[in-house]
């Protein structure tokens, strides 16, 4: 098992910055991909960015892109999201998720364990 737990979220203005962690502990050696993911209300959870534990490739959604930055520390078992120009429309709850599939993906099925999550609001 892998444990996740995420942290970091909080309100902000638009236009403002928030950086989000997320701690791995447990068999961390099984996972090969992090990602980041979010849920607003009444919607579905929605993807927003991965990276490969070990080679460090990116990828990340088309709303985000330009403005939020994965990045993982391997010594700490720690991943972040650096998320600036923040947006109302970025509120919701965020999810840190890690998987045993190799291959950067989106698909929330291919992810094997989740956090609790963690609220960012974005005020106008």
């Known amino acids: 098992q892998v444990q996740l737990v995420e942290s970091g979220g909080g309100l902000v203005q638009a236009g403002g910055s928030l950086r989000l962690s997320c701690a791995a502990s447990g068999r961390t050696a099984s996972v090969n991909t992090l990602g980041w993911f979010r849920q607003a209300p009444g919607k579905e959870r929605e993807y927003v960015a991965s990276i490969i534990w070990t080679g460090g490739s990116t990828y990340y959604a088309d709303s985000v892109k330009g403005r939020f930055t994965i990045s993982r520390d391997n010594a700490k078992n720690t991943m972040y999201l650096q998320m600036n120009s923040l947006k109302p429309e970025d509120t919701a709850v965020y999810f840190c998720?890690?998987?045993?599939?190799?291959?950067?993906?989106?698909?929330?099925?291919?992810?094997?364990?989740w956090g609790q999550g963690t609220q960012v609001t974005v005020s106008s």
């Open positions: 998720a890690a998987s045993k599939y190799s291959l950067l993906t989106t698909r929330v099925t291919r992810y094997d364990y």
